[in-house]
């Protein structure tokens, strides 16, 4: 115990900074024209956010297991996996995290009767956050210096995945049971700040 | 001294050196392991990170350039293990497309507490570099060390591995590791050794000598943070007096010129930064007070 923690967070990490910008691009390009698709069906879940319907609240979620399951198997399975040896295990919280999220789709479908439009400052707060995973995160890494080429566009990238998820969960229903949702999402943005903070 | 040792000693600017005063050895670029008596040169390359780059084919393209150049500047020791994710299977995509390389020397290192396992996590490495057999396996930060040692010996023993070593890092362990060289025969042992992290110098490299161990000296920079912030000071005028142009030549120097030293693994994905560490087997070593001068300058910053 006591040697483990005389490490820091930086001796622990095995890949550079560099080569993990460099799994964005070359997911990017052999992704390609597909984020186009990506992008039009996060732009739907923004407006649908805003309807505020059950059956909006079905397809925004429908948007989100897809997105959890695309970029556990293309950017973590494929590509992440290729330089951290503990990304298989991210893997399998990502499919966790779909895997959750459709049940969620499942039980809400069934018991229509419970669903509860969330309210105005909520559905601000949800909205902002989802907005920015779809619309800023991307432009704003390219702004720190890194190549466009690898922007981190939501549905690929896990960083704006954790991120839209939390904003549209927040956003699409008063329930409180979907706050179940939000645990592995914020488990991987301190997964990311950790990563980030040793760079 | 064959053609090729010639071409490198000449292109490093050796030659010039061999006739010169006592402040020189006759060969500086070159340390013996003290078990064989082979020379080895006293800078290696670590591949920690920077060979930890995936199924890039860009970027392993400019690595295995800088392999390419590492053997040309008078490099050989190559240091490993599987902890380093791809390292190892990238070291062997550039070694296939440099062969053949005569002055590699192969080290990794067998990391897995389950001393049943070492024997296939060994193959699995072999394979990855592409090489007949290694020249070093080292037990990693000394797990299972009891074990494995037993599986490397008798590799040795059966003409499967040359030699025998084991290996810590941070400082960390160190009695453990003067019980292995006390106890062992082991033909090296590996730790932290630079500028400022100088606990080894008190007993595991006076240890080493008396043992007759080689000793690799891991971390040379700190990773990168010693460099990048000796960087923000001027070298000392006294440095031209051991030929050293910069950072790296003079931090590199100070490790290698430890006489119980045998070889530093600076690791580097750059080539420019490769040439600067290569600089370190020209010209003058430091002896014993120029050491200390490059300590009380360094400390003073």
């Known amino acids: 115990m006591s040697e483990w923690s005389s490490y820091s967070l930086h001796d622990l990490l095995i890949f550079s900074p560099d080569s993990y910008f460099r799994l964005y691009e070359r997911s990017n390009l052999a992704f390609w024209p597909f984020q186009l698709l990506m992008i039009a ?119 704006p995945v954790a991120i839209g998820t939390i904003g549209f969960v927040l956003a699409m229903s008063a329930s409180k049971s979907r706050y179940l949702l939000l645990v592995i999402p914020l488990l991987w943005l301190l997964v990311a700040v950790a990563t980030y903070s040793t760079f | 001294m064959n053609r090729r040792q010639f071409l490198k000693l000449g292109s490093l600017g050796l030659l010039a050196f061999t006739n010169l005063n006592a402040k020189s050895w006759p060969a500086p670029a070159y340390k013996t392991i003290p078990s064989s008596g082979e020379k080895i040169p006293v800078i290696g390359l670590g591949s920690f990170v920077n060979f930890n780059v995936g199924n890039d084919e860009k970027i392993l393209a ?76 080292q037990v990693h930060n000394l797990l299972s060390w009891e074990g494995h040692l037993e599986t490397l010996f008798e590799m040795k023993r059966q003409g499967r591995l040359r030699y025998v070593g084991i290996t810590t890092s941070h400082g960390r362990r160190h009695s453990e590791v003067e019980h292995v060289m006390k106890t062992q025969p082991i033909d090296f042992v590996q730790a932290t050794y630079n500028i400022l992290d100088r606990e080894v110098e008190q007993r595991i490299l006076p240890l080493a000598r008396e043992r007759k161990i080689a000793f690799i000296a891991n971390r040379p920079f700190r990773r990168a943070s010693l460099i990048d912030w000796a960087k923000q000071y001027p070298l000392p005028d006294f440095a031209s007096d051991i030929d050293c142009k910069n950072w790296a030549a003079f931090l590199l120097k100070f490790i290698v010129s430890h006489p119980a030293v045998t070889c530093a693994i600076p690791a580097t994905s750059r080539q420019d930064h490769l040439v600067e560490n290569m600089g370190a087997m020209q010209g003058v070593i430091p002896d014993t007070a120029m050491r200390q001068r490059m300590i009380d300058y360094v400390e003073s910053l």
């Open chain 1, 41 to 159: 069906i996060a732009l739907l879940m923004l407006y649908l956010t805003m309807v505020r319907t059950i059956r909006g609240q079905l397809f925004i979620l429908a948007g989100l297991v897809l997105f959890w399951l695309l970029s556990g198997w293309w950017f973590i399975g494929r590509y992440y996996t290729q330089i951290n040896t503990i990304a298989d295990w991210y893997f399998w919280l990502f499919m966790i995290q779909a895997a959750l999220m459709a049940l969620y789709a499942v039980f809400t479908y069934r018991r229509t009767s419970l669903y509860a439009p969330a309210g105005d400052a909520v559905l601000g707060v949800g909205l902002g956050i989802a907005g920015y995973s779809v619309l800023i995160h991307p432009f704003l890494i390219v702004l720190s210096g890194r190549n466009w080429l690898g922007s981190e566009l939501i549905a690929i990238a896990p960083d």
């Open chain 2, 62 to 137: 400019q690595r295995t350039e800088l392999l390419n150049d590492f053997f040309n500047l008078g490099g050989g020791m190559i240091d490993s293990s599987p902890m380093y994710g791809s390292s190892e299977r990238n070291l062997g995509y550039c070694i296939e497309r440099l062969k053949p390389v005569d002055s590699l020397f192969s080290a990794t290192k067998v990391w897995t507490s389950s001393v049943e396992d070492g024997p296939s996590e060994i193959e699995d490495s072999r394979q990855l570099w592409g090489v007949e057999k290694f020249d070093l396996l």
